[in-house]
């Protein structure tokens, strides 16, 4: 069983900034990828950041040159440094990591953003 426990999410004005952390426990030999997707109310769910364990990154070109997606692979956990965050960015983000084999999806957390 793997869990992905999520934090850092909230509610801040336009042009601040916010870091989410993404936590993964259980049965997990190796992970391959660690990535954030989000989905704002009405609309599917997208992706905004993926890195590789090799630390390979790609970024949705709406939020290139704002955020930015780290990992520490000793502890299993994907980062995902905000700024410069827009109203459009509002949305739930959702934490990502794909194993051999399988992919999971962490519950969400809200990132609000004020105008």
């Known amino acids: 069983q793997v869990q992905l426990v999520e934090s850092g999410g909230g509610l801040v004005q336009a042009g601040g900034s916010l870091r989410l952390s993404c936590t993964a426990s259980?049965?997990?030999?190796?992970?391959?990828?660690m990535g954030w997707y989000r989905q704002a109310p009405g609309k599917q769910r997208e992706l905004v950041a993926t890195?590789?364990?090799?630390?390979?990154?790609n970024y949705a070109d709406s939020v290139k040159g704002r955020y930015t997606i780290s990992r520490d692979n000793a502890k299993n956990t994907v980062y995902l440094q905000m700024s410069s965050l827009k109203p459009e960015d509002t949305a739930v983000y959702y934490c990502?990591?794909?194993?051999?084999?399988?992919?999971?999806w962490g519950q969400g957390t809200q990132v609000t953003v004020s105008s």
């Open positions: 890195i590789t364990s090799g630390g390979t990154t």
């Open positions: 990502h990591i794909t194993i051999p084999y399988r992919y999971y």
């Open positions: 259980g049965s997990i030999r190796s992970i391959v990828t």
